[in-house]
């Protein structure tokens, strides 16, 4: 694969130049760099019509060979982690050992999806009838994936619709196209052609996935307003929806914690990708017999944390992906200043690159918008609390019910609290895992559906009861 060819979309297992382009913009200059395709119209209308000609077949392959696939297409991605790192960073920001990461973990992703499989209930099996359920696939899955981690994200939806005997259109975001389109092409060599077509396209192209009626079902990480969106054009015509959307996500640590232990795992926990993780603590309460002593830690790793162009030695927090974001975020901290509220910021480059300081907004009110609101940038509202039952009120007390964490050394206690927090993950004394086996799911305006471990798989399935009388 030579990552300095023009970049090509997949469509029915061949090449496929755009009609027009699209810029692709490296956010640690502002300045384009490449070019992509930009779907047109037709383009989409061929991609889905290859891969409903391509369901017919890949439906009927047994599902340990679909498996098999999966997993050799895992295995591919991890060959060529290093060599398509430096791509993502470009188009993406995050530093170049960190980009490698998200592809070789992707892969290995894929190979963990690979590992499900949809259960048979047998309901009855006795002289009178044989009663049982079995889980058959949906159709042609349309797959858009964000720009914070476009990698990952594609894969998260791409493995298990094609496990599940799903044919896939593929959409990476019109910010971070490049990585993805690179992967159609690899996986040229294993799937059949029409079964992974990716696309890739300006804000238009989204909606003509969303309302196309070739599509069974749709599965969408982005916004919540985005989201809500979707879900409206995919009511026209009752396509399946997975919808993993916006978080504000609170951690609550208790006055036990090793502060020195603890410090560094919640400074990443909200700041790697600088900030621009779904399930990133976006609200840090602490306790007050503590909250100086975990500020003053914050303030000190975020001063020696570098920031800057992902290429460059060194660097651990790169760029906000783009500059519609990058407003958005200083518009936030614009507002946090005119409003006297305290922050604490590290030094950030001063260049044409969308870069954001590291910020610890100290103490605001609960009802300021860098609390209330998820900035998805490097701003960090720390509050301080005295009472269990008010902190779990007050971090339960927002739309977004996505991840959420509890930090202290009794785990009982944390457990107890853990089982109060209205989100769809919680982790104790840590942050940010995931695995291919474990579901996912956001609460409230958190996201629709499931994604991960089996209930994920089940997202791109339909039941079938069997009813066979015997006598």
Partial sequence: MNLNDAYMMTIDGALTAGETTIDVINPATGAVFAAAPDCSKAQLDAAVEAAGRAFRTWRKTPIAERQALVAKAGDLLIANADEMARLLTREQGR??????????????????????????????????????????????????????????????????????GNTVVLKPSPFTPLCTLKIGELFQSIFPPGVLNVISGGDALGPMMTSHPGFAKISFTGSTATGKSVMESASKDLKRLTLELGGNDAAIVLPDVDLDAVAPKIFFGAFYNSAQICVATKRLYVHEDIYDGLRDRLVAIANATKMGDGAEQGVMLGPIQNKRQFDRVMALLDEARKSGLV??????????????PVTIVDNPPEDSRVVREEAFGPILPMLKFSN????????????????????????????????????????????????????FAGHKHSGFGVENGLEGLLEYMAPQAVHVARS
């Avoid at 720009?147 to 990952?152: A, H, K």
């Avoid at 922050?343 to 954001?356: D, E, K």
Wanted: one cysteine or more; charged letters at 20%.
């Fill in 95 to 164: 530093p170049v050992d960190a980009a490698k990461i998200e592809i070789a973990r992707a892969g290995a992703w894929m190979k963990g999806v690979a590992e499900l499989t949809p259960p048979v209930h047998v309901l009855e099996d006795s002289p009178v009838q044989l009663v049982e359920v079995r889980y058959m696939p949906l159709g042609v899955v349309c797959a858009i994936a964000p720009w914070n981690f476009p990698v990952s994200q594609s894969m998260w939806k791409a493995a298990p619709a094609l496990v599940a």
């Fill in 343 to 356: 922050l604490l910021q590290s030094a950030a480059p001063a260049t044409g690159g969308y870069f954001v």
């Fill in 388 to 439: 269990i039952d008010d902190v779990i009120d007050r971090a339960n007390a927002s739309e977004y019910g996505l991840g959420g964490s509890v930090w202290s050394k009794d785990a009982d206690k944390a457990m107890e609290i853990a089982r109060r927090m209205e989100t769809g993950t919680v982790w104790i004394n840590q942050n940010l895992s995931l695995r291919p086996d474990a579901p």
